[in-house]
C-alpha cells in the first residue's frame, strides 16, 4: 500500500549537507522531511565515511606516538590489537553522534523518512523502504543532497572478496600482512597510513607523478617522505594493468606510464586490494530526467549561486553539485539554499574552502595555492615558516612542518595559506578567516599568539614576510 504525505521541503539524502539543510530549514519555521538510506541521520560521512576513518586515523596516530616515544627514553610493550574491541569503539563514536542527530530532528519537528527517493515530477517524489513500501511526498521545494559513492577502476571487471572499497576498508574486517593501494589521492593516503599502523605492509600505485597530484608539492613533499617510511614502497607513474585471483591472493601486474619503469618484480600478490580512484557523484537513479534539472559532463547537478538547479524547485548542495567534495562546503551550501527558499538575499560564494588531509603528518591549506597562481600567470608572494625554528614542534619532536602564506605583492593581502605538519587541520581555520577577511600579512603579524604553541607559525609566517622575525634571520641587502 502506498501511503501520501505532504511537506514544504523535502530534503533528499541526510548527510552533513542534507542535516543541515533539514535543520536550518525548521529553525525558519518549515516543515521538512529528510529522506536517508541509513537508520538515523548523518549520511555516507557520518556512518561510513569521514567520521569511522577519522576515528581509526586516531588509533593509527596514537600507535606511531608509542613507537616515536622511544627516542624519548619511554619504552611501551609491543601493543596488542584487539580488532573486535576496536570496531566496537568506532561504532560506538558513530552512534553517539548519529543519536545525537536523531535527538535533534525530533526537537526540531523534521520528520526523517528511510527509504530510497525517486523523483515524479518536480513536486513529487517516491520513497522505497527496504520493507518494500512506499510513500508518496510531495513538496513545494526540495533539495538534492545525494552525496557521491567510490568510483570504480576503469577496465577491472574482478569481483573478488579480496578486494575493497573505501566504505568496506572501513568495516576493518581484518588487518592483512599484505595491502596494496590503487590511488594517491587523500582517501588512499588516509586509509593506507590506518593499515600500515595497524601492521599491514602497504604498497601504494599512482598513475600520476606523484601522491597527491594538484596539491602544492612544497606541502606534500614533506609527507611524501613520511609516507615512504611508513610504506613499503611507493610506486608513482604505474598503473595496474591486470588483476587475477590466486589461492594465495591477488596478483596484481604492474606497468609504467610513459617509459617509466616499474621496480620489479612487475607482478605482485596481496592478500587485500584497496581501490581508491575518486569518487562521483549520486545522480542517477534520482528522476531528474523527469525534471529541466541538467547535469555536466561528469554528472554533478549544475546550480547556481543560490544552489537552485534549471528546475525551480530543486536545489542540489553538497558532492553532487560539484568540487570540492568536502562535507562542510555542502554544510555551507545548505545553509545558503535554505535561506534562498525562504527569500533571503544569500549566494554561495567564499574566498577560502579549507581542505584537510589527515594523514601524519596533515596538509591542510585554502584560498590560492602557488600552482594556482603559477597557472594563472598571477604575481604573488610566497612566506615559509619552518617548524624547525618553532619551539612547540620541536617539543612535539615533529619540527618537519612548514606554514606558507600566500600574498599579493602589491596589497601584500592574503590570498591563501597551506600548512603541512601535525594538527594542521585544526591551524587552517585562522587562516581561512585571514582570507575571507581580506586581511594583509600586517594583520596577522600584530595579532598576539599564546607561546609555545603551533598556531604561533602564522604570525611567525607573517613576521617572516615583512622582515621582522625574531626566530629566522633574513640577511641585509
Excluded at 240 to 251: K, N, S, T, Y
Excluded at 370 to 392: D, L, T, Y
Excluded at 406 to 435: F, H, K, M, N, T
Excluded at 450 to 457: I, R
Amino acid at each position: 500500500m502506498e501511503r501520501i504525505s505532504a511537506t514544504q521541503l523535502a530534503v533528499i539524502g541526510s548527510g552533513p549537507g542534507g542535516y543541515a539543510a533539514a535543520f536550518r530549514a525548521a529553525d525558519l519555521g518549515l516543515s521538512v522531511t529528510l529522506i536517508g538510506q541509513e537508520p538515523a541521520p548523518g549520511g555516507i560521512c557520518l556512518h561510513v565515511g569521514c567520521i569511522p576513518s577519522k576515528a581509526l586515523l586516531h588509533v593509527a596516530r596514537v600507535l606511531a606516538e608509542a613507537r616515536e616515544a622511544e627516542r624519548w627514553g619511554v619504552t611501551f610493550a609491543a601493543p596488542h590489537l584487539d580488532l573486535e574491541r576496536l570496531r566496537a569503539w568506532k561504532r560506538s563514536v558513530v552512534d553517539r553522534l548519529t543519536g545525537g542527530l536523531r535527538l535533534l530532528a525530533e526537537q526540531r519537528g523534521v520528520r526523517y523518512l528511510r527509504g530510497r527517493a525517486h523523483l515524479l515530477d518536480a513536486r513529487t517524489l517516491l520513497v522505497e523502504t527496504d520493507a518494500g513500501d512506499a510513500e508518496r511526498v510531495s513538496f513545494q521545494q526540495a533539495i538534492l543532497a545525494t552525496g557521491s559513492r567510490p568510483a570504480e577502476l576503469p577496465g577491472l571487471s574482478l569481483s573478488s572478496p579480496r578486494l575493497m572499497d573505501s566504505t568496506r576498508a572501513l568495516e576493518l574486517e581484518d588487518v592483512p600482512r599484505t595491502l596494496l593501494v590503487i590511488g594517491g589521492g587523500y582517501i588512499g593516503l588516509e586509509l593506507g597510513t590506518v593499515y600500515a599502523m595497524l601492521g599491514a605492509r602497504v604498497t601504494l600505485v599512482e598513475m600520476l607523478p606523484g601522491i597527491l597530484p594538484g596539491m602544492d608539492r612544497d606541502l606534500v613533499s614533506i609527507l611524501a617522505r613520511r609516507i615512504e617510511s611508513l610504506f613499503e614502497a611507493v610506486l608513482v607513474n604505474t598503473i595496474v594493468a591486470d588483476m587475477r585471483e590466486e589461492a594465495e591472493g591477488l596478483r596484481v601486474r604492474l606497468e609504467g606510464v610513459g617509459g617509466h619503469a616499474v621496480p620489479p618484480p612487475a607482478e605482485r600478490v596481496f592478500e587485500r586490494v584497496l581501490v581508491c580512484v575518486g569518487r562521483r557523484p549520486n545522480a542517477q537513479g534520482l528522476g531528474l530526467e523527469r525534471t529541466r534539472v541538467e547535469r555536466d559532463a561528469r554528472g554533478f547537478v549544475q546550480v547556481d549561486a543560490q544552489r537552485r538547479t534549471a528546475e525551480p524547485t530543486l536545489f542540489a548542495i553538497g558532492d553532487v553539485a560539484g568540487e570540492p567534495m568536502l562535507a562542510h562546503k555542502a554544510m555551507h551550501e545548505a545553509r545558503v539554499a535554505v535561506e534562498a527558499i525562504v527569500g533571503h538575499h544569500t549566494t554561495f560564494a567564499p574566498r577560502a574552502i579549507p581542505a584537510v588531509v589527515f594523514t601524519d603528518p596533515e596538509i591542510a591549506w585554502c584560498g590560492l595555492t602557488e600552482m594556482q597562481a603559477r597557472q594563472e600567470n598571477r604575481p604573488i608572494k610566497v612566506a615559509r615558516f619552518p617548524w624547525a625554528a618553532s619551539g612547540r614542534a620541536v617539543t612535539l619532536d615533529r619540527p618537519e612542518g612548514v606554514t606558507k602564506l600566500i600574498l599579493d605583492p602589491e596589497s601584500e593581502r592574503i590570498l591563501g595559506v597551506g600548512i603541512v605538519g601535525v594538527g594542521a587541520g585544526e591551524l587552517i581555520a585562522e587562516g581561512v578567516l585571514a582570507v575571507e577577511m581580506g586581511a594583509r600579512a600586517s594583520d596577522l603579524e600584530k595579532v598576539i599568539h599564546p607561546h609555545p604553541t603551533l598556531s604561533e607559525t602564522l604570525m611567525e609566517a607573517a613576521e617572516a614576510f615583512l622582515g621582522v622575525s625574531p626566530h629566522l634571520y633574513r640577511r641585509k641587502a
